[in-house]
């Protein structure tokens, strides 16, 4: 089994903020799946199910994101799973990616993101498949200073826009997903890990 986990906060008034986009995602491959998230078990609710040919665990930890750690190393332990570069996926948004598109490593640091900061804390590890779902939006000028989102955006409604371009993204990541299921997570990050030209994919600060 392969445990998939979305990161975001749990509440009614987080639930399409840019910061819930790996729940939405996740919410989207259990609907795919024909299933609903909504077992509670190892401090997330989640949901058993079939997808590209395997069973897996799909979660939404319910501590809120600078704690998910703790529900992704519980989900592990109780689904006996030992190994989480082989084992775990992991879905998160990204102000360093464009909205409208998405990014997957095998590894790498946590970037100001303190959901990442956090599993890779617990785990011990920074060697874990993830998912970027890019949330990032052009930047405005306001006075000399050039802002282009942080956490006051990432926690903000999505307004109807931008829920329409992420949209597809979350189609696309439940392609991913698969792909990195039956073919591997190289043969999904050559195809999904498109970059635009001129496109910066530095790591964020301050989430």
Avoid at 28 to 55: F, H, M, P, S
Avoid at 83 to 103: N, S, T
Avoid at 183 to 206: I, L
Wanted: net charge neutral.
């Amino acid at each position: 089994m392969k445990l998939i986990v979305g990161l975001g906060n749990p509440g009614i008034e987080y639930q399409f903020t840019p910061h819930n986009a790996g729940f939405l995602a996740v919410d989207r491959i259990a609907e795919q799946c024909g299933v609903t998230v909504a077992n509670r078990r190892g401090r997330a609710l989640t949901a058993k199910a079939r997808l590209a040919g395997q069973d897996v665990l799909l979660a939404k930890p319910e501590t809120f994101m600078n704690l998910s750690g703790l529900s992704v190393a519980a989900l592990l332990q109780e689904l006996e799973l030992g190994k989480p570069a082989e084992d775990l996926i992991v879905l998160y948004d990204e102000l360093a990616i464009p909205l409208g598109q998405l990014r997957i490593r095998e590894r790498g640091s946590a970037g100001g993101h303190n959901g990442v900061k956090s599993i890779s804390g617990v785990l011990g590890t920074e060697e874990w498949i993830r998912i970027r779902i890019g949330v990032g939006k052009p930047p405005t000028v306001t006075g000399r200073e050039i802002k282009a989102g942080g956490t006051n955006y990432l926690l903000a409604p999505m307004r109807r826009m931008m829920l329409e371009e992420l949209d597809g993204v979350l189609d696309q990541a439940v392609r991913a997903v698969e792909t990195v299921l039956t073919h591997g997570v190289g043969k999904a990050m050559n195809e999904f890990n498109r970059r635009v030209s001129g496109e910066s994919d530095a790591d964020p600060k301050g989430k």
